[in-house]
């Protein structure tokens, strides 16, 4: 199975920081790489799809880019709204496999 | 609307059975294979099974392979997952989640399964 390593585990930062999450894979995946935000009690939501694809109702200060192994979720000023945890996932072989999620916390 | 909706969820001692249910809503649920999803308490996202459109094809994850068997019955839009022999490390919420070129585009709000004695 292909490992997913998110890092950090955690972070803390404050209204209007740049913040970047960071995930690698254990072999290639091309850019079977999807983002995902969870919020407490609630179900994921897809963000970005195929390392760099910002799925249509998701605001344009989220971004991701990598290929090949290493992928990156960049929030560019961070919004109130945008405390929760984040996930990656891969798809380029079964069994699909998520990071173990990056915490974002409020400084 | 794309709805996916969960239920049979509950509580159930060590050893028991369980089947859980996603009715599928606002899109054409035979055109999409279909994923299960677990998440256990403050813990993370990790996949469960996976069904292709028509349930010809099916792969566990090797923690549930030979206990969970997943199943659809497209007349009725409906995914299930028929959970036997629980063990404690089942304890989740279990998501049904729509799985489209490889990304899941739309979730459940999940059912929580509590194996306990």
């Known amino acids: 199975d292909i490992q997913m390593t998110q890092s950090p585990s955690s972070l803390s930062a404050s209204i209007g920081d740049r913040v970047t999450i960071t995930c690698r894979a254990s072999?290639?995946?091309?850019?079977?790489l999807h983002w995902y935000q969870q919020k407490p009690g609630k179900a994921p939501k897809l963000l970005i799809s195929?390392?760099?694809n910002l799925q249509s109702d998701v605001p344009s200060r989220f971004s991701g880019s990598g290929s090949g192994t290493d992928f990156t979720l960049t929030i560019s000023s961070l919004q109130p709204e945008d405390f929760a945890t984040y996930y990656c996932?891969?798809?380029?072989?079964?069994?699909?496999?998520f990071g173990q999620g990056t915490k974002l916390e409020i400084k | 609307e794309v709805q996916l909706v969960e239920s049979g969820g509950g509580v159930v001692q060590p050893g028991g059975s369980l089947r859980l249910s996603c009715a599928a809503s606002?899109?054409?649920?035979?055109?999409?294979?279909m994923h299960w999803v677990r998440q256990a308490p403050g813990k993370g996202l990790v996949w469960v099974s996976r069904?292709?459109?028509?349930?010809?094809?099916?792969i566990y994850a090797d923690s549930v392979k030979g206990r969970f068997t997943i199943s659809r019955d497209n007349a009725k839009n409906t995914l299930y997952l028929q959970m036997n022999s629980l063990r404690a490390d089942d304890t989740a919420v279990y998501y049904c989640?729509?799985?489209?070129?490889?990304?899941?585009?739309?979730w459940g709000q999940g059912t929580l399964v509590t194996v306990s004695s």
């Open positions: 072999q290639t995946i091309h850019t079977y």
């Open positions: 989640a729509r799985n489209r070129d490889g990304r899941y585009d739309q």
């Open positions: 195929v390392a760099s």
């Open positions: 606002g899109f054409s649920f035979s055109s999409y294979w």
């Open positions: 069904i292709d459109y028509d349930g010809s094809s099916t």
């Open positions: 996932q891969q798809s380029n072989s079964d069994p699909h496999t």
